[in-house]
């Protein structure tokens, strides 16, 4: 059985016990988290979905080799898509657009959204970098087309554009278009994309479990008091105040 299921089942049994507002001991939920049995092939494979998926290449080379766990995707095309998720971040979208291609030209060519926000990205860039002239022809030849055909390119496109109409970025409505979190969300975009294109997920399993978790605990709250976790980054059981 997954670790997925273990954790659903033990959920229900633990509800199941707490139907009525019961008051369970610090005894018996640990008695009951220590009943259920998860390998601990399940937990290191858990480990290297998150270090595959969010690109920490080193350290799951490093973990393969402690825990004998093998990743599902070849480590070295981690390298390739943390080259592309950079060159997004520090605004050198040709580049990352060059280096999709070499990854899997089909990726951007079946996405045309993507694509798009790639094209709208190297926009913000040139509008960034002062660039009007230069921004306005790229706009027109490579956006504006692509917005004829789909309503809601031309209105990004269109929202985008209207940042040269502002000379204080700072009083401009659509100003969060230059902030870094527009860079880190076209990379988000792009790196899912890729990891979409290997088979693999585009998160992590790890931060799904834990808000799982949480919204177990939840839902367990409206009907026990029960030593819960508080604080994720310790896992420390604490007593409910009764």
């Not at 670790?3 to 139907?19: D, N, P, S, Y």
């Not at 291609?101 to 996405?111: A, K, S, V």
């Not at 009083?171 to 870094?180: F, H, K, M, S, T």
């Not at 899912?192 to 290997?198: E, F, N, P």
Request: with cysteine.
């Amino acid at each position: 059985m997954s670790l997925f299921w273990l954790v659903i089942r033990q959920l229900a049994e633990i509800e199941a016990m707490a139907a009525n507002k019961k008051v369970i001991t610090r005894e018996e939920w640990e008695k009951k988290l220590n009943d259920v049995k998860i390998r601990k092939e399940d937990m290191n494979k858990l480990v290297m979905n998150f270090l595959v998926t969010e690109g920490y290449v080193e350290a799951a080379e490093k973990f393969r080799m402690e825990s004998g766990t093998e990743p599902d995707i070849d480590l070295a095309t981690i390298t390739d898509r943390m080259a592309v998720k950079k060159a997004v971040q520090s605004g050198n979208v040709e580049d990352a657009i060059e280096k999709v291609n070499d990854l899997n030209p089909e990726i951007l060519d079946t996405n045309p959204q993507l694509f798009f926000h790639l094209q709208q990205q190297r926009l913000i860039e040139l509008i960034r970098n002062g660039k009007v002239e230069e921004a306005l022809e790229f706009a027109q030849e490579e956006l504006a087309p692509r917005g004829e055909e789909n309503q809601s390119f031309l209105e990004e496109l269109e929202r985008t554009v209207a940042l040269l109409a502002f000379e204080d970025v700072s009083n401009c409505p659509v100003g969060d278009l230059l902030d870094i979190s527009q860079r880190l969300k076209t990379a988000s975009e792009v790196n899912a994309a890729i990891l979409t294109s290997q088979s693999h997920e585009k998160d992590p399993k790890l931060p799904s479990l834990l808000k799982m978790l949480q919204w177990a605990q939840n839902q367990l709250d409206e009907k026990a008091a029960y030593p819960r976790i508080n604080d994720l980054s310790t896992a420390i059981l604490e007593d409910s105040a009764v």
